[in-house]
């Protein structure tokens, strides 16, 4: 069983950045894959990125390509999310997530293929 804890999450102006981290329980994190999820208001929750467990390979959404960074550190058991040049669009709860069973190639995007899901986060960006 892998416990995650999402914080970090505020209130920033467009333009600024924030960092989320996620830190796990567990001496398995080195192996699972790891993602980050947002929910907005009256919408569905959404791939934002991921990490391979192996190699750090890292995927984006479209959305947030070339804005936010995604990172690990296995030492510390804690994933992280750099968001950079906010809009008032990111404006979401963000979840981390794990998958203890990553796939041979690439990486999951679905929700469904993840384990253990963090409480969320509240990230506000106003214009």
């Known amino acids: 069983q892998v416990q995650l804890a999402e914080s970090g999450g505020g209130l920033v102006q467009a333009g600024g950045s924030l960092r989320l981290s996620c830190a796990a329980s567990?001496?398995?994190?080195?192996?699972?894959?790891m993602g980050w999820f947002r929910q907005a208001p009256g919408k569905e929750r959404e791939f934002v990125t991921a990490?391979?467990?192996?190699?750090?390979?890292?995927y984006y959404a479209d959305s947030v390509k070339g804005r936010f960074t995604i990172s690990r550190d296995n030492a510390k058991n804690t994933v992280y999310l750099q968001m950079n040049s906010l809009k008032p669009e990111d404006t979401a709860v963000y979840y981390c997530?794990?998958?203890?069973?990553?796939?041979?190639?690439?990486?999951?995007?679905?929700?469904?293929?993840?384990?253990?899901w963090g409480q969320g986060t509240q990230v506000t960006v106003s214009s």
């Open positions: 997530a794990a998958d203890r069973d990553p796939p041979l190639v690439g990486i999951a995007t679905m929700e469904y293929k993840y384990d253990y």
């Open positions: 567990g001496r398995t994190f080195s192996s699972y894959d």
């Open positions: 990490i391979r467990w192996i190699g750090g390979s890292t």
